[in-house]
């Protein structure tokens, strides 16, 4: 049972736009920067946005990220079928010996 | 380029050790603190233990305190991750990662694999 909770699933056609929203407390999202990986089928996570909105470089600016207290959301526009992966939201937990958490991933299919 | 190589997995019987390794190239490793993260099989990341640069502190998610140790030596570029006293709970793909320095892991090796069964 993970403290940053995330919808298990999200879908939509080539082209939209999708929202994952991470949602988390005080202790954790509420006073720690959010962190946003792809894990495409069978490969490792890679970021995609870092310190709550910041893309590295390479991440095409289709991908962005948003924090308002308690919760983030990672946007993707112009949805592509290479987008089809798990994607999970991160960052640290002052309340679990200094470590850092994971939300539980959401799927992103495109139809 | 960063790279960061896994290894040293394995299948392990319940209640034995098992020492994983990652190579870093391509990076001032001495400079970067350094994450286990592990993926059960068809579940979610879990982050499992992080070394500071220099080595002096370690963090550990509750379930493997006392039983999992990491640490590092900077004049081979490479972390470990020492696994005693496994349980089956621990089967899952182990990758390590960079911490980027901005609150994100932003290099991940390949993984390496450890199955614990009797």
């Known amino acids: 049972q993970s403290v940053l909770t995330q919808p298990p699933s999200v879908s939509a056609a080539p082209g939209q736009t999708v929202t994952i929203s991470c949602s988390g407390s005080s202790s954790n999202i509420g006073s720690n920067y959010v962190s946003w990986y792809q894990q495409l089928p069978g490969t490792a996570p890679k970021v995609l946005i870092y310190?709550?909105?910041q893309r590295p470089s390479g991440i095409p600016d289709r991908f962005f990220g948003v924090k308002s207290g308690t919760s983030a959301t990672l946007g993707i526009t112009g949805l592509q079928t290479g987008d089809e992966a798990d994607y999970y939201c991160g960052t640290w937990d002052n309340t679990l010996s200094l470590g850092r958490a994971f939300g539980g991933g959401t799927k992103v299919t495109v139809l | 380029q960063v790279q960061l190589v896994e290894s040293g997995g394995g299948v392990v019987q319940p209640g034995r050790s098992l020492r994983l390794s990652c190579a870093a190239s391509?990076?001032?490793?001495?400079?970067?603190?350094m994450h286990w993260v592990r993926q059960a099989p068809g579940k979610g990341l879990e982050w499992v233990t992080f070394?500071?640069?220099?080595?002096?502190?370690?963090y550990y998610r509750e379930s493997v305190k006392g039983r999992f140790t990491v640490s590092r030596d900077d004049s081979k570029d490479t972390i470990y991750l020492q696994m005693n006293n496994v349980r089956v709970e621990d089967t899952a793909v182990y990758y390590c990662a960079r911490d980027g320095g901005h609150y994100e892991l932003d290099w991940w090796g390949q993984g390496t694999l450890v199955i614990v069964s009797s």
């Open positions: 070394i500071v640069s220099g080595g002096r502190n370690q």
């Open positions: 310190e709550d909105s």
């Open positions: 391509g990076f001032r490793f001495s400079r970067s603190g």
